[in-house]
């Protein structure tokens, strides 16, 4: 667990999340600030600041994400429709939270490019 980091406090059960799944390397939690009718993080239970960390620390925690996510997708009932996964990093990025997280979004079309 990093000092001062809002997820690990999340998984940590410190801070209150709305959990909708979990598995021994992740858990998912509901965006608090939702753009989109489905918006899951999907988040490694240890603390890496992004996702290149998870890559660099092995195969386990990288599959155990996708994993996850594509079960919420499941359950949220998006599966078949279609979602986005974007694990934003980096100041380009507009990453705000430094604890690698999955963002699950779906339930309505989207663009792209990104803006
Ligand atoms: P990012 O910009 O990719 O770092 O995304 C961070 C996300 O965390 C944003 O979509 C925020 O709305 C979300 N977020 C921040 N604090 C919380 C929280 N306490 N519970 C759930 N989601 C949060």
């Known amino acids: 667990m990093a000092e001062d980091c809002l997820f690990c406090k999340i998984v940590a059960g410190e801070i209150p999340a709305d959990v909708v799944a979990e598995s021994d390397v992740a858990i998912a939690f509901r965006d608090v600030s939702p753009q989109a ?19 660099a620390a092995g195969d386990v925690d990288v599959a155990g994400l996708f994993r996850l996510a594509a079960e919420v997708a499941a ?3 998006i599966a078949d429709e279609g979602y986005r996964l974007v ?3 980096g100041a380009n990025a507009h990453q705000t939270v430094f604890h690698c997280h999955v963002h699950v979004i779906g339930g309505r079309p989207m663009g792209w490019p990104p803006g």
């Open 87 to 89: 694990a934003n990093t």
């Open 37 to 55: 009718p489905v918006h899951v993080l999907v988040i490694p239970r240890d603390h890496y600041a992004n996702v290149a960390e998870v890559a």
């Open 75 to 77: 359950t949220e009932g």
